[in-house]
Every structure is written in C-alpha cells, then in structure tokens.
C-alpha cells in the first residue's frame, strides 16, 4: 500500500469520526438542555467535562479537524455549552472560558498533541518511534536532546499529518521540559512553559 494512499484513508477515517463525534457531543448536549433546568457554575463545569467534552477529545490526534469550517463546527458546541449557565451567557465566548476556568478545544487537542509525542517517544505506548519520528541530531547543545527534523511535505494532506502538527511546537519546547519520564511531571512541565496553542479566535 502506498504512503499516499495511506494518507488518504487516514483522511477518510478523520473525517467520518470528527462526524461521528460531533453528533454525539450535539446529543449529549441535546439531553442536557433537556434535564436540567438550570445550571451553575459548579455544577456546569462538573457535568460537561464528565459528559460532552470527553466525547469531543477522545482520540482527537485522529480525527483532528483540517480546516477553519471544521474547527469551528467542533468548537461551536463547547460555545452554545458555556451558554447554559444563565449569567454567563451574554458574555463573548472567550470570557466565558475565563470564568469557566475552560480551555478552547482547539488549545486542548493541540496540548493533547504534544502530549502524545511524548508519550511515542518515550516508551510509554507501545509504538515504535522510528515510525512516527525522524530525528534531528544536530545542534543538540542549542535544543532540547529529542528534537524533530522538520516536516518537508509538499502535499496538503501530509500537510495535516500529525508529524506536521508537532514537529515545530515540539522543537519549541525548552529543555527542561524534558528531563523527566513520567506523564504526569511532564504535563505540570509543559504547563509552566506556557505553552502556546493556534490561537481558537483565528481559527472560528
């Protein structure tokens, strides 16, 4: 089988589960609406992320959404949830996340990302990395010691790869970031490096 053709199933396969996630995630928030009256702060936070956001982050490294028009048809479900709570809802989208204490899905997916690349390059999955990963072994003094050789496709669906999306934010990373093989001390690493995503409101 072909690399090319490889891609395009892993396009196809993207495509019908980002379908298949959105219908579920509008149901569940279909059935929300439906059963509860009202919603506070407290309350809000602890049913959706336990309800609808674990539908629309499960194995998003797959179905990632390739254009503008799908990441806003992802994220415009989290943006008509933050709506049900009452005294939130004539505030702009991004302050509501504030108040929230909420990420944009497009942050997390991006974050879930680099945190993928971490785990296939350190053993955690059962995956081999030559696979996934070509390294760069130069300038190891100036970068942190696992750093990637840079995406050189030419075609616009390799262009999407998940190897495309991590390559440069992953080199980007310091290299403290990386002194530790445990996921959770990785997590807490990457948190204090502020790291950035695309920004969501370009991206709506």
Request: net charge positive; proline share 4%; charged share 25%.
């Amino acid at each position: 089988m072909s690399v090319t053709l490889v891609f395009i199933l892993i396009l196809v396969l993207g495509l019908t589960s980002m379908s298949e996630v959105t219908r579920k995630a509008n149901y569940q928030l279909l059935c929300l609406r439906r059963n509860f009256r009202k919603f506070n702060l407290r309350s809000f936070i602890a049913i959706y992320k336990s309800t609808v956001r674990p539908i629309l982050e499960y194995n998003s490294s797959v179905w990632y959404p390739l254009n503008k028009n799908d990441r806003a048809r992802v994220e415009k479900i989290q943006q008509r949830a933050t709506k049900l709570v009452p005294y939130l809802k004539h505030l702009p989208y991004e302050n509501r996340l504030h108040r929230l204490g909420l990420s944009s899905l497009q942050f997390r997916r991006d974050r879930a990302d680099i945190i993928n690349t971490f785990r296939i390059i350190k053993g955690i999955d059962n995956i081999s990395t030559s696979q996934f990963f070509t390294f760069n072994d130069t300038n190891r003094t100036r970068y942190h010691p696992h750093k990637l050789y840079p995406s050189l496709s030419k075609r616009k669906i390799g262009q999407h790869s998940f190897y495309s999306r991590v390559w440069k934010p992953w080199n980007d990373l310091p290299p403290k970031t990386f002194l530790t093989d445990d996921i959770n001390r990785f997590k807490t690493k990457l948190a204090e490096t502020n790291f950035q995503s695309k920004s969501f409101l370009n991206n709506l």
